[in-house]
């Protein structure tokens, strides 16, 4: 069983930047691609960044630009960069493990992260 374990969130002043962080209790990037989410009260889960098996990374399209996923093999740590954050950022983000093949998907706890003046 793979254990995620976010953290980094806290409360920022527009403009400002956080890292989260989310390690995992073995090495399995080479067999998963991690993802970054978040969720506001109300809405639904909403995908952040993507950084796959093969370091290939994707955005979300109003995050782009301003965060960076990076991971950390000897670690076994994903990392999210988020920069010039905005009140609308604010949000629980989490991390997801996505097998490449068949296999279980594995969540995080998640951290607050609040941009507030």
């Known amino acids: 069983q793979v254990q995620l374990v976010e953290s980094g969130g806290g409360l920022v002043q527009p403009g400002g930047s956080l890292r989260l962080s989310c390690a995992a209790s073995e090495s399995i990037f080479s067999n998963y691609h991690m993802y970054w989410y978040r969720q506001t009260p109300g809405k639904p889960r909403e995908w952040v960044a993507v950084?796959?098996?093969?370091?290939?990374?994707n955005y979300k399209d109003d995050v782009r630009g301003r965060f960076t996923i990076s991971r950390e093999n000897a670690k076994n740590t994903v990392y999210l960069q988020m920069n010039s954050l905005k009140p609308e950022d604010t949000a629980v983000y989490s991390c997801?493990?996505?097998?490449?093949?068949?296999?279980?998907?594995?969540w995080g706890q998640g951290t607050q992260v609040t941009v507030s003046s």
């Open positions: 997801r493990a996505e097998p490449t093949g068949l296999g279980v998907n594995y």
């Open positions: 950084i796959a098996t093969t370091g290939g990374t």
